[in-house]
C-alpha cells in the first residue's frame, strides 16, 4: 500500500487509532484475517495498523470502520501538523 511505503506528507493518509481498532475487532470476536477480509484489506495491513506501524488511507479506515460496525471517528485519530 502507498501509505506504507512512503511518509504520510506525500499522500492523504490518517494515523488510526490502533488500539482501538484492536478493541472492537475483539469485543465482536473477530480474528485480524476475518476483519481483514470484511474490510477489504490485507491482514498483515490490519496488524501493522493495530500495532501502530502503518497508516491507513481515508477509503481504507472507512472500509474498516464499516466492517466494525462503528463511525470512522471511533477509530480516527487526528495527527496534529
Do not use: Y
Not at 484492536?22 to 495498523?49: G, M, N, Q, V
Not at 501502530?52 to 463511525?71: C, H, N, Y
Amino acid at each position: 500500500m502507498l501509505c506504507d511505503a512512503l511518509p504520510c506528507a506525500s499522500f492523504h493518509c490518517v494515523t488510526p487509532n490502533g488500539t482501538a481498532i484492536r478493541a472492537f475487532r475483539e469485543a465482536r470476536k473477530l480474528s485480524i484475517r476475518r476483519l481483514a477480509w470484511l474490510s477489504s484489506r490485507d491482514s498483515s495491513h490490519i496488524s501493522r495498523i493495530e500495532r501502530g506501524l502503518a497508516g491507513a488511507s481515508e477509503t481504507a479506515l472507512r472500509q474498516i470502520a464499516a466492517a466494525l460496525g462503528v463511525p470512522v471517528a471511533a477509530i480516527n485519530r487526528e495527527e496534529a501538523p
